[in-house]
């Protein structure tokens, strides 16, 4: 999907990079993806493909990737999600670009402690493409107690969900979208892994980036293997943020 995208309510509209070293995660992303930036003061920049926005960068004390939901009215989410049995984290924060007000921007937690965010949009409704390599492709949630889990997503974002073993598939009402998935967390996973949202980002040769991703000071943490929707891999970048990356099949 390219151009300017608008994005439903409960539906992911970005991601964002937390980091302790943005010129190391740049070089990084640089050589896996082909993005360019944009800086945004200091400490914070844009990840640009073909020169649109697709992700965000900035300080955070340990690395990670955070996906965001673009919500109609972030007040009432942010009581919807405390309401739930969630937390706040941080925000809601008005967020500006040269003068114009871009949205408000709220950092929060599940029930079971995974972060996401969310964003209600002014003048920027997110990632201006997505499913295209170089941009998120899907985003999937991993808890240790998905019933209870869902729970708290049907209420703050109305997400009705379909269940096939331990896979959720999460779906918007209004449109019929599939947006998100869920995996349980069984015994089977490391006692160590916390609940965490995963991005995953599109590539056009699943193998070749995860040599890239090696090449350029990475570690791959699960070799690629293959799913329904195509091959993929898990990595962590060398400020140790973890991601997927993915080549869709279709």
Not at 38 to 67: C, D, I, K, M, Y
Not at 171 to 177: A, G, I, T, V
Not at 181 to 205: C, K, L, N, R
Not at 212 to 225: A, K, S, T
Request: aromatic letters at 10%; proline letters at 6%.
């Amino acid at each position: 999907m390219a151009g300017k995208a608008r994005y439903a309510a409960g539906k992911p509209c970005w991601v964002d990079l937390g980091t302790g070293d943005l010129a190391g995660a740049e070089e990084f992303y640089h050589g896996l993806f082909g993005w360019e930036f944009e800086p945004r003061g200091r400490t914070h920049s844009t990840a640009l493909l073909r020169a649109q926005p697709v992700a965000g960068l900035g300080p955070a004390r340990e690395a990670g990737w955070v996906t965001h939901m673009a919500v109609d009215d972030l007040d009432e989410t942010v009581k919807q999600v405390v309401h739930a049995g969630g937390r706040l984290l941080a925000g809601p924060d008005q967020v500006f670009d040269e003068g114009r007000e871009q949205g408000w921007g709220a950092l929060l937690a599940d029930p079971a402690g995974a972060t996401f965010g969310a964003w209600e949009e002014r003048d920027f409704p997110g990632a201006a493409m997505h499913h295209v390599p170089g941009t998120f492709c899907w985003h999937e949630l991993a808890v240790r107690d998905a019933e209870a889990v869902a729970g708290f997503y049907r209420q703050v974002f109305g997400w009705q969900g379909r269940v096939s073993g331990d896979y959720t598939e999460f779906d918007l009402r209004r449109p019929r979208e599939t947006v998100t998935g869920m995996v349980e967390m069984t015994d089977a996973w490391p006692a160590e892994i916390p609940p965490h949202w995963m991005v995953y980002f599109a590539v056009a040769d699943c193998l070749a980036a995860a040599d890239r991703v090696e090449d350029l000071g990475g570690v791959i943490e699960i070799p690629p293997f293959a799913l329904p929707s195509g091959r993929a891999t898990v990595a962590a970048d060398p400020q140790g943020a973890v991601f997927s990356l993915i080549e869709l099949t279709s």
